[in-house]
């Protein structure tokens, strides 16, 4: 039993080392129509969205160490593709009112920012004052769109 043991660990650790050979794209293509918002705003989606949500994202050390690699890379890109910042100016105004609407009550219950994204951006945890603010935003219909 230990023997195998042993060679079971070895081959989980050349695992590991190998799939830091895999090459993972990490892009952060143009930002073509940024979100226009009050700077409070704009300042609390820059600190708990941005990154997974906009074409602006810092990648952090870890994602260039695989196997979080791949994850934080899936995360951007799906969190991308259901919400981009970088591109809100090009969204009907019908649709963007959808949109403020659904970050707001994703915010309310607590399930964005994710949590695991809050244990490594501490910062991106958010208090009351910047909630009230966010929900103001969202139900405000105005030319800060």
């Keep these: ?9 070895v081959l989980i650790f050349l695992a590991l080392i190998g799939s830091q050979f ?8 143009e930002v073509t129509a940024d979100l226009k918002a009050p700077a409070k705003v ?7 969205c941005y990154d ?3 074409n602006e994202t810092k990648w952090p ?21 259901s919400l981009n910042f970088s591109t809100w100016g090009k969204i009907a105004s019908s ?8 970050i707001w009550e994703e915010v309310n219950e607590e399930k964005m920012p994710l949590e695991y994204y809050i244990y490594t951006h501490p910062n991106a945890k958010l208090d009351v004052t910047q909630k009230k603010t966010l929900k103001e935003w969202a139900e405000k219909q105005s030319a800060w769109e």
């Excluded at 039993?1 to 660990?9: D, I, Q, S």
């Excluded at 704009?42 to 708990?48: C, G, N, Q, V």
């Excluded at 649709?95 to 659904?102: D, V």
């Design 42 to 48: 704009k300042r609390i989606l820059h600190t708990a």
């Design 95 to 102: 649709k963007k009112a959808e949109y403020k609407k659904e």
């Design 61 to 81: 050390w870890y994602s260039y160490v695989a196997p979080v690699s791949w994850m934080v890379i899936r995360d951007v890109e799906e969190g991308r593709e």
């Design 22 to 29: 895999i090459e993972v794209e990490r892009t952060n293509p």
């Design 52 to 54: 997974c949500h906009s």
């Design 1 to 9: 039993m230990g023997r195998l043991f042993k060679v079971f660990f």
